[in-house]
């Protein structure tokens, strides 16, 4: 599968942003998705996942609260609609899927080529 993301830029601190991942190439609702970000200087971490049906999602307790992520599996999309954004949520965010099923797993097969998010303070 090949992942596109979009819908980076610069906001200001307390705004929202609203990304997007487009999948191609193979069947979508067999994947679980996934949000990681990597700051400067730091390493990638997760911010969220979902489920391949969208019935279970989970996020990284910096970002519960403030990040919704959702899926639309007849538009092969996957969203992480952010908001309360804060200077430490400057990142490039990454969207990534992987096959696994019956349990949450932090490694992806498939990654999109990442989007990067500015937050000014």
């Known amino acids: 599968v090949q992942l596109q993301a979009s819908g980076g830029g610069l906001v200001q601190a307390g705004g929202s942003l609203r990304l997007s991942c487009a999948a191609s190439g193979g069947t979508f609702s067999t994947y679980t998705m996934g949000w990681l970000r990597q700051a400067p200087g730091k390493e990638r971490e997760f911010v969220a996942a979902?489920?391949?049906?969208?019935?279970?999602?989970r996020y990284a307790d910096s970002v519960k609260g403030r990040f919704t992520i959702s899926r639309d599996n007849a538009r092969n999309t996957v969203y992480l609609q952010m908001n309360s954004l804060k200077s430490e949520d400057t990142a490039i965010y990454f969207c990534?899927?992987?096959?696994?099923?019956?349990?949450?797993?932090?490694?992806?097969?498939?990654w999109g080529q990442g989007t990067l998010v500015t937050v000014s303070s």
């Open positions: 979902i489920s391949r049906l969208g019935g279970s999602t």
């Open positions: 990534a899927a992987n096959q696994v099923t019956g349990t949450w797993s932090d490694e992806y097969d498939y």
